[in-house]
């Protein structure tokens, strides 16, 4: 065949905008899963490999294992953190085995597939796969809104970082190409609002957790998993922009009051006639 005439991804996928989708490896420790993501990324269509703190990188095993995708390699975003990797991402899937402390959102790798392609147009999307040995830690894994389960056989469950890569993304291939056939989704479905970015919940967590602990809901000292507990709350919700706004502004109004009742001393609700009339005292001297 003339390679001028050679089909691409996107003849192959056409409603699938690989821009929108980034697969993510943390902190992988063998350059060859690297390159043979890279190849399997390419296998399926998708372009856009972000590495977090890789332990060896640029290396020429991971461009020999990635065959014809070096392009994928060289073009490839390297960052420390993967709250620097996801922070413009409005959807976020990690891959886990069920979830050791704290119940999460499980997809399986076809419910996955399908949600990344409902919301990959108006929501940047990160497919996050864990370190070879360990996968992600409990940390990373609450980054995520969900997590998602390959299942495999007892007697070797363990998947190669690669293979799992390759699993995910062939289920989204086959879900974008099939979506011709597919049933039309109700008007309803779609959403009037972008969803808030990963960036975006971290500060609201963030700015949550500090008036909680204002208004002695919270204890940083003994916290009973709260925070660990809000952020899959908030994450099954998914928040859009238009309700965290409602919602940063709620936290930012409770935080004026409190300042203002320490301004003007105001008692605090269910004070006794004893405090009011030692404040009251107090005020006129």
């Not at 590495?51 to 014809?68: I, K, W, Y």
């Not at 959102?105 to 864990?130: I, Q, W, Y």
């Not at 935080?255 to 030692?278: D, F, M, N, S």
Request: overall charge negative.
């Amino acid at each position: 065949m003339n390679i001028e005439n050679k089909p691409t991804a996107a003849d192959w996928m056409p409603l699938l905008d690989p821009s929108q989708i980034a697969v993510v490896l943390v902190n992988t420790s063998h350059p060859g899963n690297i390159g043979a993501t890279a190849r399997a990324m390419k296998n399926m269509g998708l372009t856009q490999l972000i590495l977090v703190d890789p332990e060896d990188f640029p290396s020429g095993a991971a461009t020999a294992r990635a065959v014809s995708a070096v392009d994928i390699l060289e073009n490839a975003r390297v960052v420390g953190t993967l709250e620097e990797a996801v922070a413009d991402c409005g959807l976020i899937i990690g891959t886990s085995a069920r979830s050791r402390k704290l119940p999460w959102p499980m997809l399986d790798g076809e419910s996955c597939a399908d949600k990344v392609f409902r919301e990959h147009k108006t929501n940047k999307v990160a497919l996050v796969f864990g370190r070879e040995d360990s996968g992600l830690n409990n940390e990373e894994l609450q980054l995520c809104q969900y997590h998602v389960q390959i299942p495999s056989s007892p007697e070797c469950s363990s998947l190669n970082l690669s293979a799992a890569v390759m699993v995910i993304t062939y289920e989204l291939a086959k879900r974008a190409r099939h979506q011709e056939n597919a049933v039309k989704l109700p008007e309803d479905d779609f959403w009037d609002q972008e969803r808030a970015t990963a960036d975006e919940n971290e500060r609201f967590f963030e700015h949550l957790e500090k008036v909680m602990i204002a208004i002695r809901f919270h204890d940083p000292e003994n916290p009973r998993q709260l925070m660990q507990r809000m952020r899959r709350l908030f994450g099954r919700i998914r928040i859009d922009v238009m309700e965290m706004n409602i919602l940063r502004g709620i936290l930012s109004n409770i935080e004026w009051h409190i300042k203002t009742r320490e301004e003007r001393k105001v008692p605090p609700r269910g004070a006794t006639i004893e405090q009011l009339e030692e404040q009251m005292s107090q005020e006129r001297t």
